[in-house]
């Protein structure tokens, strides 16, 4: 059975789970921040991956095809037939991690996955620590392989800093990722000049938004702001982070769930990871981990309030 932890610090405080690594509620200052629902109630509510860690390989694969030395491996398709979302069915999202230490303001889950699980090659294995200080919440993300083998890991909450659909978004990123019609990168690295992509200046979102912007053109040892998202009331969240992409999702598709605070655009993703469908694109900032080079990401939400 999953077991739920909860860890707290300063103004922080958060309610985690080992169903899927999962942050099932994150407060500041006693407000909450992410969007959160009762699972019992409403068992559609993680098919969304709210909270979650998705991976190894998070975004989009086309065709479920992962071309590596010479072997195409293939992934289950699990988005209308024809792309793996979030590597499939059976993703990280939805297996039990186990808890290796705990403290009151941070826990570390490990979870194993073996050669071949969800289609993909090595023994991996995988670790997250969550940390609270006064005002901050840190993801710590490492993996190691005995191959070489995909690993682009996203954490999934759906951000909301009183009314969603006043937030303010800015990131710096020069340029996106265009998509195609099943939502897969199209392979060319476009401007964001003069398009509803353009954060470099905070805006609102535009409805339509589910792309990759591109922070960096590759992952970088220590995490720097990358975006900040600023709610009605002044408060605000900096996304730092290592990765070399943010995945933006206006929340279009959120279910409507009755007694709840979740519905369309009710929250925003914000995905640091790196850049969706890398493996079919070599041109796209490598993420392909070895026994030599494992895994490490570190992200860093930071709260406070504009004066």
Known sequence: MPKTISIASGAMRALLSTSGARLLSLHYDNQPVILSADPEQHPGWFDVYPGALIGPVANRIRAG????????????????????????PN?????????????EHSVRLHHHL???DM?????????????????????????????????????????RLGNARDHKLQVSADHYLPTDADNVPTGTIASVDGTA???????????????????????????????????????????????????????????????????PFAGIALEPQGWPDAPNNPSFPN???TPETPYHQITRYVFDRAT
């Open 197 to 263: 992509l353009d954060h470099r200046t905070a805006r609102q979102l535009d409805a339509a938004t589910d792309h990759n912007l591109c922070t960096a053109t590759a992952p970088v040892t220590q995490p720097r702001a990358v975006a900040t998202l600023t709610g009605t009331d002044g408060l605000r969240m900096v996304v730092e982070t290592t990765e070399p992409g943010l995945q933006v999702y206006s929340g279009a598709h959120l279910p409507d769930l009755q007694r709840t605070d979740v519905a």
């Open 119 to 159: 289609g993909l090659p090595g023994k991996r294995h995988i670790t997250v620590s969550f940390a609270l200080d006064d005002a901050a919440l840190t993801l710590d993300i490492k993996a190691t392989t005995t191959t070489p083998t995909p690993m682009s890991i996203a954490h999934h909450p759906y951000w």
């Open 65 to 88: 095809h992962v071309p590596l030395s010479g072997t195409t491996y293939q992934m289950v398709c699990n988005e209308n037939d024809v792309t793996a979302l979030h590597s499939g």
């Open 91 to 103: 993703g990280l999202d939805v297996r039990e991690w186990q808890i290796d230490a705990q403290t």
């Open 287 to 289: 993420v392909i981990a």
């Open 114 to 116: 073996d050669d071949g």
